[in-house]
């Protein structure tokens, strides 16, 4: 079962867009792992699950019995991982969108469960389904109080269905954001070429093989499959700023960048940041700690139009027409200083505009990308192996062990191991 799903999942996302933040994914490695599992190595990861969940907000883990771990009303939803659609299991290092509905769904039906909670830490994963089961998870907003309570990572697809609660939590070290796709095509014909293969596809239909990794890139077909990403990337940016009501424009100025904390916090992309216990002590309207029982409506109100305020600060500068040209220095201003709108604008009106020196190439620089890359592949070796040990001449050539093969030519992550 693990081995078809993990073979479906990677065929689902040629070609296609992703939303993972590729400086914190190990999607790759998850989907080998995956590979491997058995029935019964998946129901030990499911009770680990359960029993991480129960020790972060001290729940007793031998009272569970229902679905999702439970106890005082709260139900909490783990959203961990890669995450992938079709898939209807959380193994904590991977989690199905089928089982994030699963679980949801039955925990708005149940008269037990007063407020649920996902708990998020996740680089992203597919965005076949993520937007789905967002809009699902937004249209339900007001049925039952929801939080999304991070720790420690809420990036690309987790942030797209993290951002879709009530409120969103993050812990003190962990990050947020990643708001944007990407796709990968793999040229291997300089490296087939080396190995003395020749590959031929007969097809009918003139984009039947579009992006085949077997030769460079044609500009017709990169163009469409950037307009793909860009019709993704749109969809991405109009849900976030639905759900955490920001413009398109200031999500679309984050440029997909992963945000600490207290960044994330001052954009408005999180409500605050806090340790999961004190973050469902503060949504449930209990004291904290760090308020030593001395919170008070009106204070809560006063702090929340404060953060509201200084959300509007940091986005007016960042937005201002004067930052155009002076991004970094908008970026220092609106982020590190507690300067007016006005007066960053009136310094920035002043900087110069970011030059950027045009440098002649280097006869190395001047070489393509992928030329550059078969070059480096080609200083050590690599194994002539197939799927199931066998090579590559004997293999049996699936759709999938052909992806797989050039997977793992590209990244080294072998999916037969």
């Not at 590979?35 to 001290?58: D, F, I, Q, W």
């Not at 954009?267 to 004190?278: Q, R, T, W």
Request: with cysteine; aromatic share 6%; charged share 25%.
């Amino acid at each position: 079962m693990s081995v078809t799903v993990s073979q479906q999942a990677l065929l689902r996302m040629n070609h296609a867009a992703v939303m993972v933040a590729v400086n914190k994914s190990s999607l790759q490695m998850d989907l080998q792992t995956l590979h491997a599992e058995t029935p019964e190595s998946g129901e030990r990861k499911r009770a680990e699950v359960m029993e991480s969940l129960c020790a972060a907000y001290g729940f007793d883990s031998k009272a569970q019995n229902k679905p999702f771990a439970f106890q005082d009303g709260v139900a909490i939803i783990p959203i961990h991982g890669s995450l992938i659609n079709r898939f209807g299991q959380c193994y904590g290092y991977v989690t199905g969108y089928n089982f994030i509905r699963r679980q949801r769904d039955a925990a708005m039906a149940d008269p037990d469960v007063t407020a649920i909670v996902y708990d998020v830490n996740s680089g992203g994963g597919e965005a076949a389904g993520c937007f789905e089961l967002a809009d699902e998870s937004f249209a339900l907003r007001g049925t039952k109080p929801t939080i999304s309570v991070v720790d420690s990572a809420c990036y690309s697809a987790a942030y797209a269905l993290a951002s879709t609660s009530d409120q969103v939590v993050v812990t003190p070290t962990g990050g947020a954001g990643s708001v944007g796709v990407y796709t990968m095509h793999v040229d291997m014909s300089k490296m087939l070429e080396d190995w003395g293969l020749n590959i031929t596809l007969i097809h009918a239909g003139e984009h039947k093989v579009d992006g085949h990794p077997y030769a460079e890139l044609p500009e017709d077909v990169r163009a469409d499959m950037q307009k793909s990403v860009d019709a993704t990337y749109n969809k991405f940016v109009e849900s976030v700023a639905r759900n955490r009501n920001l413009s398109v424009e200031a999500v679309k100025d984050t440029q997909a960048r992963c945000y600490s904390a207290d960044d994330a916090l001052a954009l408005g992309l999180i409500d605050s940041v806090a340790s999961p216990i004190e973050a469902i002590r503060a949504f449930l309207g209990g004291p904290s700690e760090a308020s030593n029982d001395e919170t008070t409506g009106d204070s809560l109100m006063e702090l929340n139009e404060a953060k509201q305020a200084e959300r509007q600060r940091v986005g007016a500068i960042i937005g201002h027409p004067n930052a155009k040209g002076r991004e970094a220095m908008a970026n220092h201003l609106a982020l590190n200083t507690d300067m007016s709108v006005d007066d960053a604008a009136a310094l920035l009106a002043v900087a110069p505009v970011a030059h950027v020196e045009v440098v002649e190439k280097t006869e190395e620089a001047a070489k393509p990308k992928n030329e550059k890359f078969v070059e480096a592949m080609n200083q050590d070796d690599h194994p002539n192996v197939g799927p199931d040990g066998k090579p590559i001449e004997s293999a049996e050539k699936t759709q999938a062990n052909e992806l797989m093969e050039a997977f793992t030519a590209a990244t080294g992550y072998d999916f037969t191991k």
